[in-house]
């Protein structure tokens, strides 16, 4: 849509005009830029300046504006602007996108939509990231026939789907000349503002050139009025509007408009405006105000009742007094947006009533003139409830075809607002709005959702709504990890049914008591169940329903048999919904990669993880539960596999990620930081915030911060973070998970080396803790439970090896299970056996330190060549991973070079044990062998093993340049400790 062109010169701002053509790229490259200013202070004026030159180069230019004043509107409300712009000017190219790209489909023509069963609805949700790329495309093909000037103002008013759509593309970038503008008005900001957190990302983004439109300084300021038709001569009067417009452009053109009327403030002054109109040009005003900034000329005069030529004088006369302006769309816009907000706060209750009820009186009768979400509003504020909602639910609805879940969750929360507790819509709403959150990755909302209205009901609630939502109750909780009883729901909900409730519903609830008998391992009880599913829908074509059953039995037939059948029977599931639109096939694959997981096949998981995540993307449900973790264990096994690179691609995920997926996402991704080293606890942040939402997102966090902390030598920290944890896990996973192996392993392993320098007062606190989750553990892990997999015997196995360390280096540290001792090669045999573990299950990392403190292992166990052998192929993998923090422990961290002898690396305490130490000190301290072995109560011959093995991990020919490390080390006299 055409900017509003004074037809004045622009005044006081050609240094910012250049500077914003240099940043959108002068229609010679890429250019992205973000304006922002005060309310008044010349942001259109210059942006229509700039929009101005482009066209005068022969450039296309599209503008899209949001709107604040008349509410809520369809998702991407701006993009509908920018295509009418962009179809005018290529009208084949676009075509041509959008033939290839059907997202665009429902913002060029406008289509009307069919209703929707609020019981559930199947259908693809239109994907923002198709979206984006969908308008990406389009930019791309236009400009690379002619520059292109994008631009998209007031985005304080932006909708949830514009803002995102924006910083997908500012991320993005383009490699045509692409110009793409925002702005905003900075005064409307505060901390809970929506934009607030955007701005946020695209400060970070260098690409994008931020310009902050200042007041204008006196001088121009006084240039500027005398350039305004009808402005004061005398000096004094000039003076005392520079001084009371205060750098504001539309401020000061307000002060003279309003006839030198400056006894007042800015508010007296623009109503003083419109109350020198005539009456019917008033009520034209008033009706526009109450209408929006923007309003057509058809709607406009179907609310007044004008006719024509009537409402062309009222314009004619509106427009003249610089309060209204026409645009080339036929739409009537005020000049600015503060002359809408002072004519809509001067009318009276009973006016502002009277014209709502006329645009909804309007709309009724012609929905073509405005969209669902305005006629929501009008009807709220003219007191019409019954319309107000039902126009919400409309108005969400076409969110949802556009893309947009989360303002259709916005549109049905409302409508629930204005909703009667005992109205029987109320139940129809929430189950839409719960089928909302969940698209819009936002399950802990649909969750609470359900949970009101299941516990709130109204007297008239029906039961077979009763029913289904506590059916979805159960699966919702399911998906997230949040505790829930799911037999005692699907007891109630299995009361409620009778004769006359409809199939869906009640194969909804028999489907979500299957569930709940395999969560509570009541397997001998689901084959009725599953063949009373299986008849219900067959006879009344319900494959959807059958085909999520048949995923369910899945955990059934392991239990039965075994793991190979349950992958046997959900390949065979796989392959019936192979190319169809079931989204039941996001949790086939995903349940089929961890029976591969399980089975060491790291690779094959992963591949099936990526089909599962595509699947949904194809399917527009790409932040749903099942499709959220395909995409993150994607990422989690490309890292295991050594492809950090490709996890950095599937971790990084993009700006519009709800808030649950990008915790887990981001809690991933920190892991591979941890691996690289360039991560600390500030980086740790409110890490925990959804932990008790979502398990795989809590252990993510955990041994971050555990790994993170222990790097620190924070101790206690980690011990605290890990104790937390392991309560939150078992509350989610039971007691008996096995993700309290990997918690466990991490813990042992981070804490050893910092609890070998710790105080006595932190040991003996450290370890009773550490030991107590050890047990638990080992107790998973002894289980006689064929679903343990790969990967918890390698952690197993790696946690046996770090408690061995422990005791060699940290004595007494975490003893083995039996309780007996632990001597050089015990713990040389336990690191060959994480090491064989790790490298049979895939895990490039956890090889590679396995390894590297195998090689520490042998050391310490005199094997002084072999321990120079492994630690140089440590340092090798090391290195091709980018592992710094196993190059430090290697002792060859730095930047690469040709292989070293991390073995011959400078000595460290901790290649020594507990014991040795002892010796060392007393070494030092200048005793003989004798000596030694009398002060620790051994044998002299004792005494004289442990310094030949003293002599042999360091490196030195004799006891004097053993006492000469210990010395470096700041040992060399004092009781031994």
């Not at 712009?85 to 665009?104: F, I, K, N, S």
């Not at 109204?458 to 699966?475: C, E, I, N, T």
Request: hydrophobic share 45%.
């Amino acid at each position: 849509m055409p900017l509003y062109v004074p037809d004045r010169p622009l005044v006081g701002r050609l240094t910012e005009l250049d500077r914003l053509a240099a940043a959108t790229g002068g229609g010679h490259t890429t250019g992205l830029a973000v304006l922002s200013g005060d309310a008044g202070i010349g942001k259109t004026r210059l942006i229509a300046a700039l929009a101005t030159r482009a066209q005068e180069a022969g450039h296309v230019v599209a503008v899209g504006h949001c709107v604040g004043v008349t509410g809520p509107h369809l998702a991407y409300l701006p993009l509908v602007e920018l295509l009418d712009d962009l179809t005018a000017a290529e009208p084949d190219m676009v075509r041509q996108v959008a033939a290839t790209h059907r997202t665009l489909a429902p913002f060029l023509p406008v289509e009307d939509h069919p209703a929707v069963d609020p019981i559930e609805d199947t259908s693809p949700v239109p994907d923002p990231g198709r979206i984006a790329t969908a308008v990406h495309a389009l930019l791309e093909t236009v400009a690379a026939h002619r520059p292109v000037l994008v631009v998209v103002e007031d985005v304080h008013w932006a909708d949830n789907s514009t803002r995102d759509l924006l910083t997908v593309l500012f991320t993005r970038g383009f490699t045509g000349p692409v110009g793409l503008l925002a702005s905003y008005r900075a005064d409307d900001l505060h901390r809970r503002h929506p934009l607030h957190e955007t701005l946020g990302l695209w400060a970070r983004l260098p690409q994008v050139t931020r310009i902050h439109l200042g007041r204008l300084p006196a001088r121009d300021m006084r240039a500027l009025i005398d350039a305004t038709g009808g402005a004061p001569t005398s000096r004094a009067a000039v003076a005392d509007i520079v001084d009371r417009a205060d750098g504001n452009a539309f401020f000061a053109e307000e002060l003279i408009a309003g006839g030198n009327e400056l006894t007042g403030d800015l508010g007296r002054v623009l109503r003083l405006r419109v109350e020198n109109l005539g009456q019917t040009a008033r009520t034209v005003v008033q009706a526009m105000a109450v209408g929006g900034r923007r309003v057509s000329s058809e709607l406009l005069s179907c609310v007044t009742g004008l006719d024509a030529h009537t409402l062309d004088q009222a314009l004619h006369e509106a427009t003249d007094h610089h309060i209204l302006v026409c645009t080339a769309e036929d739409d009537i816009a005020f000049r600015h947006a503060l002359l809408a907000e002072s004519a809509y706060d001067d009318l009276l209750p009973t006016q502002r009533r009277r014209l709502h009820s006329a645009y909804v009186d309007t709309l009724t009768h012609r929905p073509d003139l405005g969209t669902a979400a305005t006629l929501a509003r009008h009807a709220y504020e003219a007191g019409e409830r019954a319309t107000a909602i039902a126009a919400s639910r409309r108005a969400a609805e076409d969110a949802l075809a556009a893309g947009g879940p989360v303002d259709a969750l916005a549109h049905l929360e409302r409508a629930l607002a204005w909703t009667d507790p005992d109205d029987p819509v109320r139940d129809d709403i929430t189950l839409r709005a719960a089928f909302a959150g969940v698209h819009a990755g936002n399950v802990p909302r649909a969750i609470h959702l359900l949970r009101d209205a299941i516990d709130h009901p109204g007297p008239r609630q029906d039961h077979d709504k009763r029913a289904y939502m506590l059916s979805l109750l159960v699966f919702r909780c399911r998906e997230i990890d949040v505790p829930c009883d799911p037999v005692a729901l699907t007891d109630e909900a299995l009361a409620l049914l009778d004769e006359h409730t409809p199939a869906e519903v009640r194969g909804g609830v028999l489907q979500a008591r299957l569930q709940a008998l395999t969560e509570t391992g009541r397997y001998a009880e689901t084959a009725p169940l599953a063949d009373e599913i299986a008849r219900i829908t067959e006879e009344h074509g319900l494959s959807r329903q059958a085909s999520e059953a048949r995923a369910i039995l899945a955990r059934v037939v392991e239990a039965q048999q075994d793991t190979d059948a349950m992958g046997a029977h959900l390949e065979a599931v796989r392959a019936e919904l192979a190319g169809g639109d079931d989204p039941i096939q996001v949790r086939v694959h995903h349940n089929l990669a961890g029976v591969y997981h399980r089975r060491g096949d790291l690779r094959g998981a992963r591949d099936l993880m990526a089909q599962g995540r595509a699947i949904a993307e194809r399917l527009g449900r790409q932040w749903t539960p099942w499709a959220v973790e395909c995409r993150v264990l994607q990422g989690i096994y490309s890292f295991e596999l050594g492809e950090w690179a490709l996890a950095d691609d599937i971790l990084t995920v993009p700006p519009h990620t709800p808030e649950l997926a990008r915790a887990m996402a981001e809690a991933a991704h920190m892991g591979v930081h941890v691996a690289r080293g360039d991560i600390d606890s500030e980086h740790l942040g409110s890490l925990d915030r959804w932990w008790t939402y979502d398990g795989l997102t809590c252990l993510l966090g955990l041994i971050v911060g555990i790994e993170v902390y222990g790097r620190e030598g924070r101790v206690n920290a980690a011990i605290d973070v890990a104790g937390q944890g392991a309560v939150m896990l078992e509350r989610m996973w039971g007691p008996s998970c096995q993700a309290l192996v990997r918690l466990s392993a991490v813990l042992v392993g981070a804490v050893t080396g910092p609890l070998a320098a710790s105080p006595e007062d932190t040991r003996s606190r450290a370890l009773p803790e550490i030991a107590r989750l050890v047990t638990k553990a080992r107790a998973i892990t002894t289980a006689s439970d064929e679903r343990i997999g790969a990967e918890t015997r390698a952690w197993a196995a790696r946690m046996e090896a770090d408690c061995a360390r422990s005791v060699m280096i940290a004595a007494p540290g975490i003893p083995p299970a039996d309780g007996g001792p632990v001597d050089a090669d015990q713990e040389v045999a336990a690191w060959r056996a994480a090491l064989a573990a790790f490298e049979s299950y895939g895990n490039a990392y956890e090889t590679v330190r396995s390894r590297v403190f195998l090689a520490a292992a042998l050391r310490r166990a005199g094997c002084v060549t072999v321990s120079r052998e492994v630690a140089t192929q440590a340092e090798r993998e090391a290195r091709a991973l980018g592992a710094e923090p196993l190059l430090q422990e290697l002792g060859v961290s730095g930047p690469s070079g040709p292989p070293g002898d991390p073995a011959a690396a400078e000595p460290s305490p901790e290649m020594l044990t507990r014991r040795e130490r002892q010796v060392l000190q007393l070494v030092a301290a200048g005793l003989t062998n004798g000596q030694i072995g009398r002060r620790l109560f051994i044998s002299t011959k004792t005494a004289s093993v442990h310094v030949s093995h003293i002599l042999a991990k360091l490196g030195v020919p004799n006891r004097a340049a053993a006492a000469a490390q210990a010395r470096r080390w700041g040992v060399g006299s004092g009781t031994p400790e």
